[in-house]
């Protein structure tokens, strides 16, 4: 099949404007005779769901939760991207495309990272007005501060609870529509697959979590929000209900799964402190603001500090080496992420890393409070402060914190046009779930911003395209197709709960986990993924025959929950490795040792992987097919990534 | 660690329900609260007997989705959210009952999930702004005293755990519909609904059960977040103000 990503022809400033008016509209009295079904209500399903409405389409929103305000995004802390250039300081929408390419490692496409900076400003203007409390300054007026992989302030911000601010706003935009009655919404309801009638998305099948009752809906058009699958690690920094079932499902009827093995390896977590462990805490990017990060200069000094011979006050300025300020001074500490953690990892590689495990690097503040003051600092970051203190028990007001890189967002995920259409017509995907515009690597700040630009921006446009083609007239849930699909689930769960085998759920996923971090984690080989390839069929075999669910359908059951997605993790974990496999190049966060540069940067091989890795689902057991989309630069230089 | 756990067991809605007792030991100072969780409900697996169901997701003290009372207090004896609390706060060998929330308006699901959807009613009944996507000013045209942001923000802070309702003799949810109601009532974009909001997210708050307000501060004291009694001192001056000159007809 020929991908088209139906880029717009034309100059780049003008690609949406075009677009949008050549988009087919839907007349307002006949959009009520459509029905929507929005999965996930998180802030890309949230803000799609209430936009759609009030536009006048009739919503179907679920989510698995027990209210959309819990969904994942509820967690982003350090905040929001806008080209908005309210400081001055030469900020413009063209800088922030930029910025998003060049830091995505030249692995996404000008279209859509054009279009997403432009629609961004009107992001920040959105949620003011919805009684957002975005950070200001004394004046009045809002503030920013600065992420990585940009040298300018751009990032609007609710204190470290941005994402929640946000959340709560669409949640609230989504309420209103729920109260109006063009929402019916559906907490504690879990998509179980896409039903496709003739080629086109028609409906979904769901488990109501609490009864186990396994039911149908049909719409016009499907859209699914259902966030990133970094829990494929196990231990990630996404919230312990994050899985990839739905995009996986829908993967499984015929959409493409882009760039699976595109995984973000965030520098700023508390590291692991032992087996017990269930998920990783994220500490803001924003705090590379202000701490620097260092570790001991020599090999001899970081191995006393480990054993606690020495303090760290027994290091002088000399006896520590601040390797990302040493190695890229103009950038910093504020190097993008990919670079970060590579660094980090390194640094422990070379046996210099800090806390009993040797997995950790300092993240100082003593200069920020010496410099600011401690109250400044406060008011900051402290609720970061208090969180780091509760979980490690230790003060970072008064010593260093030590942080280490862990699972954080997934790039990868459903290949979409420039409509968020999947290869499925009628199928939509928003927000994380999706792969489009963050290539290689995202820039901090950046979901949250594409989650919204999808919800409230683009999709109310591009699916009344659509729409204006679509008849009125529904399938409905008494066309067979349903019912055959509904058998199906009602197969799967059957087949799961009879296993009755010997290992839990959580054995099979810490152990796919294990095998994901080593092989297909922050530096991967050709051998590693090899390898990797085999101990994950050989899991999944163990799987289906030794898994242990407890319980029946008919009732709340989090171990059948579980096991669905696991089992769905196994089969995505074996695409991720067959990607990063396939891409014999390092580029952003997929980093090849093979393919590096002499000074251990990523080195990239624009001639032969200039493209969209697509693939698609063949069958049960069988290899999946690999579909190029070019990736076509008409308006940057693509160059080697520097931050030096 | 050695503990011995009393936890509530209700397999339905309509079970009468009751406790079951549980030993663990090899429990580590460093481990979550529902990380020891995890660890019971692994062992409960292995012996094929159901594991312990309780309500979690971000395990971070932002989702406010867990919701556990542990030896009498919500979310523990720490001010801070269940999942934020470790093991290094409790002693070896101690005994630790667990319950769920327990509120009219928060009936249990199964053992300690309860159903909160009445916070989502209460929020539909008018806890938003009513503008639609797009047509909006640009966001530096109202400048907003940073004191009163940073006013709006601390109520903004609340997660919907319900924790207030649990700590509540009466189960009353004044401490989470005054928060979103300040939040609103503080900002310029709030100010057009002001009065018809307060009513009917009240009015609301009343139908779903949840008791009245004594003003023991019990809420307060427990809420992970610090949302200050002071929300629901300017809740009921916006109350009173809104029903004396009320706008809804
Ligand atoms: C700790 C942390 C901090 C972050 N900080 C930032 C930041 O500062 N800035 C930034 O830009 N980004 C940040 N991110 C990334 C960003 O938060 C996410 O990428 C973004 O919020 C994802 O939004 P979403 O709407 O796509 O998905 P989510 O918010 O994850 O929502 C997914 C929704 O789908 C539902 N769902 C999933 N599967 C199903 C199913 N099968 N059936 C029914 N419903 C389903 C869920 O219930 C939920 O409602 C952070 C991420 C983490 C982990
Ligand atoms: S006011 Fe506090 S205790 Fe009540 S729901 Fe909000 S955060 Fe929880
Ligand atoms: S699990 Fe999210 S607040 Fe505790």
């Known amino acids: 099949m020929i991908l088209d990503s139906k880029i717009p022809a034309g100059p780049l400033a003008e690609k949406w404007t075009k677009h949008k008016f050549n988009s087919k509209l839907v007349n307002p009295a006949n959009k009520r005779k459509y029905d929507v079904i929005v999965v ?36 982003a802390q350090g905040g929001i991207n806008a080209a908005k250039n309210y400081q001055n300081d030469g900020d413009s929408i063209y800088r922030l495309f930029y910025d998003t390419i060049k830091g995505g490692d030249y692995r996404s496409r000008e279209g859509n990272v054009y279009r997403l900076a432009e629609v961004s400003v009107k992001i920040i203007d959105q949620c003011v007005a919805q009684g957002v409390p975005f950070a200001r300054e004394y004046g009045g007026l809002l503030a920013n501060r600065s992420f990585g992989g940009a040298q300018v302030s751009r990032t609007f911000y609710a204190r470290g609870q941005t994402g929640q601010q946000l959340l709560l706003g669409a949640y609230s935009a989504l309420s209103r529509q729920v109260a ?269 911003m594409q989650g919204l630009a999808d919800g409230y921006f683009v999709i109310p446009y591009t699916i009344g395209d659509y729409l204006a083609q679509t008849p009125p007239k529904k399938v409905d849930e008494t066309h067979p197709e349903f019912a055959k699909v509904a058998q199906e689930v009602k197969n799967r769960i059957s087949q799961l709960l009879n296993i009755d085998g010997k290992q839990t759920i959580d054995h099979f996923h810490k152990k796919l986990g294990k095998i994901m971090w080593n092989y297909c984690g922050m530096a991967r080989t050709a051998e590693g993924l090899a390898k990797a390839k085999a101990e994950i069929k050989a899991l999944k075999k163990e799987f289906w025959s030794d898994v242990k669910v407890l319980g029946t359908n008919e009732e709340l059951n989090l171990s059948l929950e579980k096991a669905h997605r696991v089992a769905d993790f196994l089969e995505l974990g074996e695409l991720m490795v067959d990607d990063a496999l396939n891409r014999n190049e390092s580029c952003g966060g997929h980093f090849r040792e093979e393919y590096q540069t002499p000074e251990g940067e990523a080195l990239r091989d624009d001639e032969n992987f200039a493209y969209v890795a697509a693939w698609k689902y063949m069958g049960e057991g069988q290899e999946e097919e690999l579909n190029k989309e070019p990736l076509i630069f008409e308006n940057v230089k693509l160059t080697q990534r520097s931050y030096k | 660690m050695k503990l011995t756990l009393k936890i509530w067991r209700q397999k339905n809605a309509s079970d009468k329900g009751g406790f079951a007792t549980y030993p663990v030991d090899h429990v580590s100072k460093d481990m979550s609260f529902l990380e020891m969780l995890d660890v019971l409900n692994e062992e409960l697996t292995e012996k094929g007997e159901d594991p312990v169901h309780f309500d979690h997701d971000c395990r971070e003290g932002i989702c406010g989705t867990c919701s556990l009372v542990i030896n009498g207090k919500p979310h523990g004896p720490l001010q801070t959210t269940t999942c934020q609390l470790h093991m290094r706060s409790f002693e070896d060998g101690q005994s630790i009952t667990i319950e769920p929330w327990r509120a009219k308006a928060f009936p249990v699901v199964k053992d300690l999930v309860v159903d909160r959807y009445a916070f989502d009613r209460i929020i539909q009944a008018g806890g938003y702004v009513n503008i639609n996507t797009g047509g909006v000013p640009d966001a530096n045209e109202i400048p907003i005293p940073k004191t009163i942001a940073d006013l709006a923000m601390d109520a903004a802070q609340c997660i919907g755990c319900g924790a207030c309702v649990a700590a509540c003799k009466n189960a009353s949810a004044m401490l989470f519909t005054s928060a979103k109601v300040s939040q609103l009532a503080l900002l310029p974009q709030g100010q057009v609904e002001r009065k018809t909001r307060v009513e009917k997210m009240v009015a609301q708050m009343d139908a779903e059960g949840f008791g009245a307000c004594t003003n023991t501060g019990a809420c307060e004291a427990e809420c992970p977040k610090g949302i200050s009694l002071t929300n629901i001192a300017r809740m009921n001056r916006e109350y009173f103000s809104a029903s004396l000159t009320s706008e809804n007809v």
Request: charged residues 20%; aromatic residues 10%.
């Open chain 1, 40 to 75: 996930g209500t998180g802030l890309a399903g949230a803000s799609a769901a209430a936009s759609l409405a009030e536009l006048g389409y009739n919503v179907k929103a679920f989510t698995f939760h027990d209210s959309p305000r819990r969904a994942h995004s509820i967690a």
């Open chain 1, 180 to 448: 109006n009655g063009k929402v019916k919404l559906y907490p504690r309801t879990e998509m179980m697959d896409v039903v496709m009638v003739d080629g086109q998305a028609r409906g979904i099948v769901t488990r109501n979590l609490i009864t186990g009752a396994v039911e149908t809906h049909a719409a016009h058009a499907v859209l699914l929000c259902t966030g990133g699958y970094g829990n494929v690690f196990f231990l990630s920094t996404n919230a312990m209900g994050c899985n990839v079932t739905a995009a996986w499902r829908a993967h499984k009827r015929g959409a493409y799964f882009a760039n699976p093995c595109f995984t973000q390896i965030h520098p700023t977590c508390i590291p692991v402190s032992g087996d017990h462990q269930s998920k990783l805490t994220l500490m803001s990017e924003s705090l590379r603001n202000d701490g620097r990060v260092w570790v001991p200069a020599s090999k001899e000094n970081a191995e006393k500090l480990r054993k606690g011979q020495i303090k760290v006050s027994d290091l002088k300025e000399e006896d520590r080496d601040y390797f990302l300020e040493r190695k890229y001074p103009s950038f910093g500490n504020l190097v993008p992420r990919d670079v970060a953690s590579r660094n980090a990892k390194e640094a422990c590689d070379d046996g210099r890393g800090v806390n009993e495990t040797g997995e950790a690097v300092f993240l100082d503040f003593r200069d920020a409070i010496k410099r600011d003051g401690k109250a400044v600092i406060e008011s900051k970051y402290g609720n970061l402060f208090d969180m780091y203190k509760q979980i490690t028990g230790e003060d970072p007001y008064t010593s260093p914190m030590m942080i280490y890189p862990a699972v954080h967002y997934t790039m990868g995920g459903l290949w979409v046009d420039y409509n968020l259409m999947t290869t499925i017509p009628g199928l939509y995907c928003l927000g994380e779930a999706n792969f489009s515009d963050h290539g290689a690597n995202r820039l901090g700040a950046s979901a949250l």
